[in-house]
């Protein structure tokens, strides 16, 4: 289910199927992606919430899979952008980091995402304990920094911005709001995976 | 261009009310035997026949490049009457209605009033020309415009020496077009050029691409064109043309003063805040198509670059 936007993508850019990616697929592809990568990242944060309010707590392998999905949305974003926007020109892509803030946002969201991509294992999770829950809260920092970036390249319409702010600032409001209670739950014995 | 006999009756002159004054406006000007009346049958009110659109290429004035094709011309396009994604243009105007329509032209001009858009045409010869078109956001095409040299029909109005600027106005009706209805931008839409800048004569009046009346979402029925600068100061379904003497307000230039300047010359040295405006993507080319250098004036160096001289393009940007 979440694969197809990149299926359809991949189709589109090798023209097969009958997709096509309109009329400037370069722009067709880093838009797809990168709204695609913010969206998997706004459901990712919504997984605790929803949690807390439907005591489900099989959501959380959901989630995830969801924040492993928001990672390679935003590889396919930034790649598409390196290789078909930039030609690969490294000398270019360098300057226009540099020189454009939105561009050195959207790559500073991009980058705090790897170490959460490597570290998203059962495995790992185990084996960092408390500090996976505080690694992974660094999920707050890279939805902000998303939307930073995403409302800072938008030319006039800011709708769509405002829009994802305000999700945004709910989910993370969410959890400020009820910290009181996950701390009195972590003094309580045995509580298992975080609130990230 | 013909003159004379004012016995003819022009197309306008199914009288109504709102209509009277383009008469009159017309006598004024001694257009009132131009050729449409007398070479076309009689439409309906307002129409302007399909031949007229199949002009002959001026190429003296036309790049050689491939134009990009209808569909991409007609498929992507920035028009924020219609709403603020390119493909929202051609999904949004299908129920706009270009004709019949009226241009008011007013200010510091001696021949005022509001002109039906065929007799604003009657004594125009279209021509074909193919232009680059460069977007401020670093896209750009090659378009075969139908349309008349702007100054042609400013000269007619008789602008007097008060007239530095020429301000333009897109229609402003938010149930034709639904964009309108969200305050994206000040509406309407007002665009302007110094008047040396409207009366050079790459600058255009289009009415038409590839021998076809204007698509809705290319600005019909009448757009200006200006290659030399980015595709916004091109202020398309013009209502109003006014003659002023002060500098216009213009919607880009007001709505982000430090992002769009009033003279917006396609300069590559230049940037964007938010982008490089060196090179850029023509529209048409495969993914793997390499950005092409932007050039400054967009190629139109030889023609304009004298309009600028002295000033400093940096800061009038
Ligand atoms: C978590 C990481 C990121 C997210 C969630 C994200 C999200 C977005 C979104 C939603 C858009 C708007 C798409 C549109 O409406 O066209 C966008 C635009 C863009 N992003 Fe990202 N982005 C991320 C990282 C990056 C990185 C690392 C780069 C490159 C260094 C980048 C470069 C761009 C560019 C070039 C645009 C288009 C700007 C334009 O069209 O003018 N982004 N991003």
Redesign the pocket.
């Given at each position: 289910m979440f694969i197809s936007p990149a299926l359809w993508l991949a189709a589109g850019a090798l023209g097969v199927a009958g997709v096509s990616l309109g009329m400037d697929p370069v722009?067709s592809l880093?838009?797809e992606n990168?709204?695609m990568?913010?969206r998997m990242?706004v459901a990712t944060l919504a997984i605790t919430p929803l949690r807390q309010l439907t005591g489900h707590s099989d959501l959380l392998r959901l989630r995830r899979m969801l924040g492993l999905f928001a990672f390679f949305y935003?590889l396919l974003?930034?790649s598409s952008?390196v290789v078909f926007?930039q030609g690969m020109d490294l000398q270019m892509i360098l300057s226009e980091?540099v020189k454009r803030p939105y561009?050195l946002v959207?790559?500073s969201?991009?980058m705090l995402?790897l170490p959460l991509a490597l570290t998203s294992t059962t495995a790992a999770q185990r084996w960092l304990k408390r500090r996976w829950t505080q690694l992974h809260r660094l999920t707050y920092v890279?939805a902000v920094l998303?939307v930073w970036?995403?409302w800072w390249?938008v030319k006039k319409d800011l709708r769509e911005p405002i829009a994802y702010a305000v999700i945004v600032t709910v989910l993370l409001g969410w959890r400020v709001w009820k910290r009181p209670r996950a701390a009195k739950a972590r003094s309580a014995p045995a509580t298992t995976q975080g609130t990230a | 261009m013909a003159h004379k006999s004012a016995s003819i009756i022009l197309p306008s002159e199914i009288t109504s009310e709102a209509l009277f004054h383009d008469r009159r406006a017309v006598l004024a000007m001694g257009l009132a035997g131009a050729a449409l009346g007398a070479a076309t049958p009689l439409t309906a009110l307002g129409d302007i026949p399909a031949e007229r659109y199949k002009a002959a290429r001026n190429a003296r004035l036309s790049v050689t490049e491939t134009p990009n094709s209808f569909e991409e011309i007609s498929g992507y396009n920035n028009f924020y009457e219609f709403g603020t994604d390119k493909s929202d243009p051609a999904a949004n105007s299908r129920n706009f209605k270009p004709l019949p329509w009226n241009v008011t032209v007013d200010g510091e001009c001696e021949v005022k009033g509001s002109f039906a858009l065929e007799d604003l045409l009657a004594p125009q010869t279209l021509e074909e020309r193919v232009y680059r078109m460069r977007c401020v956001e670093a896209w750009s095409m090659v378009i075969p415009w139908v349309g008349f040299p702007l100054a042609e029909l400013l000269k007619r109005h008789k602008p007097t020496s008060k007239a530095k600027y020429v301000a333009f106005t897109t229609l402003n009706d938010p149930k034709q077009m639904p964009g309108q209805r969200e305050r994206v931008l000040d509406w309407p839409y007002v665009e302007g050029l110094r008047i040396d800048e409207a009366m050079n004569p790459l600058t255009l009046l289009a009415v038409g691409v590839y021998g076809k009346a204007l698509p809705n979402q290319c600005g019909a029925p009448l757009r200006l064109v200006v290659p030399w600068k980015y595709g916004f100061k091109g202020i398309k379904s013009i209502v109003r043309i006014s003659f002023v003497e002060q500098q216009p307000r213009t919607s880009w230039s007001h709505a982000a003063p430090n992002e769009y300047g009033f003279y917006a010359n396609v300069n590559p040295a230049v940037d964007h805040p938010?982008?490089s405006q060196a090179t850029e993507r023509r529209i048409g080319g495969s993914l793997l198509a390499r950005r092409q250098a932007t050039l400054p004036f967009n190629g139109y160096a030889d023609q304009v670059a004298d309009l600028y001289k002295g000033m400093d393009l940096r800061r009038n940007f």
């Amino acid at each position: 289910m979440f694969i197809s936007p990149a299926l359809w993508l991949a189709a589109g850019a090798l023209g097969v199927a009958g997709v096509s990616l309109g009329m400037d697929p370069v722009r067709s592809l880093v838009h797809e992606n990168g709204t695609m990568a913010l969206r998997m990242l706004v459901a990712t944060l919504a997984i605790t919430p929803l949690r807390q309010l439907t005591g489900h707590s099989d959501l959380l392998r959901l989630r995830r899979m969801l924040g492993l999905f928001a990672f390679f949305y935003a590889l396919l974003h930034l790649s598409s952008w390196v290789v078909f926007d930039q030609g690969m020109d490294l000398q270019m892509i360098l300057s226009e980091v540099v020189k454009r803030p939105y561009l050195l946002v959207g790559l500073s969201a991009a980058m705090l995402m790897l170490p959460l991509a490597l570290t998203s294992t059962t495995a790992a999770q185990r084996w960092l304990k408390r500090r996976w829950t505080q690694l992974h809260r660094l999920t707050y920092v890279i939805a902000v920094l998303a939307v930073w970036h995403f409302w800072w390249q938008v030319k006039k319409d800011l709708r769509e911005p405002i829009a994802y702010a305000v999700i945004v600032t709910v989910l993370l409001g969410w959890r400020v709001w009820k910290r009181p209670r996950a701390a009195k739950a972590r003094s309580a014995p045995a509580t298992t995976q975080g609130t990230a | 261009m013909a003159h004379k006999s004012a016995s003819i009756i022009l197309p306008s002159e199914i009288t109504s009310e709102a209509l009277f004054h383009d008469r009159r406006a017309v006598l004024a000007m001694g257009l009132a035997g131009a050729a449409l009346g007398a070479a076309t049958p009689l439409t309906a009110l307002g129409d302007i026949p399909a031949e007229r659109y199949k002009a002959a290429r001026n190429a003296r004035l036309s790049v050689t490049e491939t134009p990009n094709s209808f569909e991409e011309i007609s498929g992507y396009n920035n028009f924020y009457e219609f709403g603020t994604d390119k493909s929202d243009p051609a999904a949004n105007s299908r129920n706009f209605k270009p004709l019949p329509w009226n241009v008011t032209v007013d200010g510091e001009c001696e021949v005022k009033g509001s002109f039906a858009l065929e007799d604003l045409l009657a004594p125009q010869t279209l021509e074909e020309r193919v232009y680059r078109m460069r977007c401020v956001e670093a896209w750009s095409m090659v378009i075969p415009w139908v349309g008349f040299p702007l100054a042609e029909l400013l000269k007619r109005h008789k602008p007097t020496s008060k007239a530095k600027y020429v301000a333009f106005t897109t229609l402003n009706d938010p149930k034709q077009m639904p964009g309108q209805r969200e305050r994206v931008l000040d509406w309407p839409y007002v665009e302007g050029l110094r008047i040396d800048e409207a009366m050079n004569p790459l600058t255009l009046l289009a009415v038409g691409v590839y021998g076809k009346a204007l698509p809705n979402q290319c600005g019909a029925p009448l757009r200006l064109v200006v290659p030399w600068k980015y595709g916004f100061k091109g202020i398309k379904s013009i209502v109003r043309i006014s003659f002023v003497e002060q500098q216009p307000r213009t919607s880009w230039s007001h709505a982000a003063p430090n992002e769009y300047g009033f003279y917006a010359n396609v300069n590559p040295a230049v940037d964007h805040p938010r982008w490089s405006q060196a090179t850029e993507r023509r529209i048409g080319g495969s993914l793997l198509a390499r950005r092409q250098a932007t050039l400054p004036f967009n190629g139109y160096a030889d023609q304009v670059a004298d309009l600028y001289k002295g000033m400093d393009l940096r800061r009038n940007f």
